[in-house]
């Protein structure tokens, strides 16, 4: 193997993984001689192989923007959808005599280091029942028939999109009464 085999074009084909066997076979068979390698071309070697890392880096470089750019898509349709969605599920808890809850979707941005197919988001549901009450995560907040009532809600929105059997809801009646109630 002379100085100059190893182009550019043989490091992108499989002939250059084809020589870098043919080294690594002749090296353990002690006929590293019969290749006559010599200093430069190792050097030439060293030298695509940075060109190899190079192009790597960017490339990678190129997809972490595209990602980037990816999940900042995704996270505006996800608050456009947020708005929509916190709207209707606050109307149907109104309906299911919830009439002093609030509900909103609190987006928080992980850091880049955190993004990945899903996106940069994280999303919380904030919820109180009482009118006066700050807004508070949902899953330390809400009891038994308030989370019932919630998933109700949720599940009353969502109807058209995912299809579920059957639900069991514990306690969805407790205080409910009256035209709710039917």
Known sequence: IEPGDWSSDVCSSDLFFEKLLLL???????KR?????????F?????????????????????IILLKNKANELSLKRK???SKFTQKVKENLVELS????????MFSELDETNC??????KIEFMFTANSGQPLKPLSKVA???EMSRFMLSV???TADIVSVDTMIFDEIDTGISGDTAN
């Open 33 to 41: 001689s019969e290749f006559r390698l010599s200093k430069s071309v």
């Open 24 to 30: 690594m076979e002749a090296d353990e068979m002690g």
């Open 80 to 82: 456009e959808v947020a």
């Open 143 to 145: 009891s038994g028939g």
């Open 43 to 63: 050097e030439e070697f060293r030298s695509l192989s940075a060109e190899i890392v190079e192009k790597l880096e960017k490339e990678r470089e190129n997809l």
């Open 155 to 157: 599940k009353n929105v």
């Open 116 to 121: 990945d197919e899903t996106g940069f988001d």
């Open 98 to 105: 919830m009439k002093n809850a609030k509900f909103e979707i």
